[in-house]
C-alpha cells in the first residue's frame, strides 16, 4: 500500500471470513499501525507449483 499512498494512513475495516468477527488494519508507509485483533493471521491462496518459481509471483 505504501507506493500506492505515500505519507498517508491507509484503514482496513473488513470482515473475518471465518467467523464474521470485524477486523481493522492501519498502515502507513509499509508499518503497521494498528492490527485488531492482534491475531490476525493473513493467507495466499497459490499453487505451491508456483513456489519454485518466486520471481514471477506478485506478492513476493
Known amino acids: 500500500m ?5 505519507g498517508r494512513t491507509v484503514r482496513i475495516d473488513a470482515p473475518c471470513l471465518d467467523c464474521g468477527e470485524p477486523m481493522v488494519i492501519e ?3 509499509g508499518q503497521f ?3 485488531d485483533p492482534p491475531e ?3 493467507h ?3 499453487p505451491w507449483s508456483l513456489m ?3 520471481q514471477n ?3 513476493m
Not at 505504501?2 to 505515500?6: A, M, N, Q, V, Y
Open 52 to 54: 519454485a518459481d518466486r
Open 44 to 46: 495466499a491462496r497459490s
Open 27 to 29: 498502515m502507513r508507509d
Open 2 to 6: 505504501c507506493w500506492l499512498f505515500p
Open 40 to 42: 490476525i493471521v493473513g
Open 33 to 35: 499501525l494498528t492490527i
Open 57 to 59: 509471483l506478485p506478492f
